[in-house]
């Protein structure tokens, strides 16, 4: 034999031995062990992450009902108000109206008034110039003393005429 084969010879002897005192001493069960808790706290972190996720899902979820909500009682309100605008605007033009039919209405009284008030200047003025142009022709056929008392009936007679 030569030294090749027989170093060859011992290489596996001494790891015949090492395996065995391995073996015997539990190194493969630690090495198993130790696997075992690290597939363990890999299974545990995954199971975590996955907790996690699902938290993050239904929190997610949870904000993404709450914003649509939330978008909901906005156009509520933005309805609500133009809802309540338009009202007032509507109330504001009838006011307005109204108060242009009272002010027209009111108007158009004074403007009647007026009228009747010159009528009836005008028909003073008139009955004050007949009776003065009257006086005037009966003052120069009629004595002073017919003439006065003419004058008075004439006077009456028209008073409770137009009165």
């Given at each position: 034999m030569d030294y090749t084969s027989l170093a060859t010879l011992w290489a596996t002897i001494a790891l015949i031995i090492f395996l065995g005192v391995a073996v015997y001493i539990k190194v493969p069960g630690m090495i198993a062990k130790a696997l075992d808790a690290r597939a363990a706290r890999i299974s545990n972190e995954l199971d975590e992450a996955r907790r996690l996720r699902e938290e993050a899902q239904q929190l997610l979820g949870q904000y993404q009902r709450k914003r649509k909500e939330a978008e909901q009682e906005a156009a509520d309100i933005v309805a609500a108000a133009k809802r309540e605008a338009d009202m007032l605007a509507a109330d504001a033009h009838k006011k307005t109206e109204d108060y242009?039919?009272?002010?027209?209405?009111l108007a158009e009284q004074k403007i009647g008034q007026a009228e009747?008030?010159?009528?009836?200047?005008?028909?003073a003025s008139a009955v004050d110039i007949a009776v003065e142009a009257?006086?005037?022709?009966?003052?120069?056929k009629i004595d002073a003393k017919a003439g006065a008392d003419l004058f008075k009936a004439s006077l009456v007679d028209?008073?409770?005429?137009?009165n």
């Open positions: 242009v039919v009272r002010r027209t209405a009747r008030d010159a009528i009836s200047e005008v028909r009257a006086r005037a022709l009966l003052a120069g028209v008073k409770s005429k137009l």
